[in-house]
């Protein structure tokens, strides 16, 4: 599960990081990030901090459900390669439904690496 402290709750923040931030477009999900100089107006916690959009469009209830939980699973396993006060929101995409969490993991971290923010774990920066 991922920590309370590395979580997106307030509408500011979410539509901050969208229309403020980059974006990198993979086949199930769209990782929107914002992050450095951009960010620091509005970092309040230490760490990065993770946002989901999991619409309708994905599928019923209990599919957008399992979508969330399976992503969230994975931010929990990046918050150490993420740069602290970085703002990520990842919106899943009708395909998400259908995707392995491996695929999901695989085209985050790719997002990820587009934009410049994955750090390998154990490296300071």
């Known amino acids: ?8 709750r ?3 923040d979410f539509s901050s990081t969208v229309r ?3 974006r990198a477009a993979r086949p199930d999900v769209v990782v929107h990030a914002l992050a450095g100089a951009q960010a620091e107006s509005l970092v ?6 993770f946002g989901l959009v999991v619409s309708k469009a994905v599928g019923p209830a209990v599919i957008r459900h399992r979508v ?6 994975i931010c929990a396993g990046l918050v150490d390669q993420v740069p602290e ?10 395909g998400a439904a259908t995707a392995s969490s491996a695929e999901l993991d695989g085209q985050l971290r790719s997002g990820l690496r587009k934009l410049n923010l994955l750090v390998p774990a154990g490296t300071s920066e």
């Open 1 to 8: 599960m991922l920590p309370e402290p590395h979580r997106l």
């Open 10 to 12: 307030r509408r500011s």
């Open 20 to 22: 403020r931030g980059r």
């Open 44 to 49: 309040s916690d230490p760490g990065p901090r």
């Open 68 to 73: 969330a939980r399976r992503l969230r699973h």
């Open 85 to 94: 006060g970085a703002y990520v929101v990842i919106r899943a995409l009708p």
